[in-house]
């Protein structure tokens, strides 16, 4: 059974930083992508950033670029996304997801196989 289990979200003021966790199990992580989505309230998902399966390479939404990390640990089955100088904006429920399809379509979440069950980012102004 696949789990993928998000942690480390909460309430922060704008301009901290958290950094969320999703950890995997039972699948062979090194061999998915692993990408973060969010979803704001009355807004459609969107994807945040996915990276390679030995972290070699990764994609960020523009909107994040320069403020949101994403990394993996393979050993560990655990990928972080590290974000700084959050913004009222970045308000959502963060979900990750596992995909084995290439780059062409790792920005889309129908392509990925796996998903968690969230995690709420709050961010104050």
């Known amino acids: 059974q696949v789990q993928l289990v998000e942690s480390g979200g909460g309430l922060v003021q704008a301009g901290g930083s958290l950094r969320l966790s999703c950890a995997a199990s039972?699948?062979?992580?090194?061999?998915?992508?692993m990408g973060w989505f969010r979803q704001a309230p009355g807004k459609v998902r969107e994807f945040v950033a996915v990276i390679s399966w030995i972290g070699d390479s990764t994609d960020y939404v523009d909107s994040v670029k320069g403020r949101f990390t994403l990394s993996r640990d393979n050993a560990k089955n655990t990928v972080y996304l590290q974000m700084n100088s959050l913004k009222p904006e970045d308000t959502a429920i963060y979900y990750c997801?596992?995909?084995?399809?290439?780059?062409?379509?790792?920005?889309?979440?129908?392509?990925?196989?796996?998903w968690g069950q969230g995690t709420q980012v709050t961010v104050s102004s």
């Open positions: 997801a596992a995909t084995q399809r290439g780059r062409a379509s790792w920005r889309q979440g129908t392509a990925y196989n796996y």
């Open positions: 039972g699948l062979p992580f090194s061999s998915y992508k």
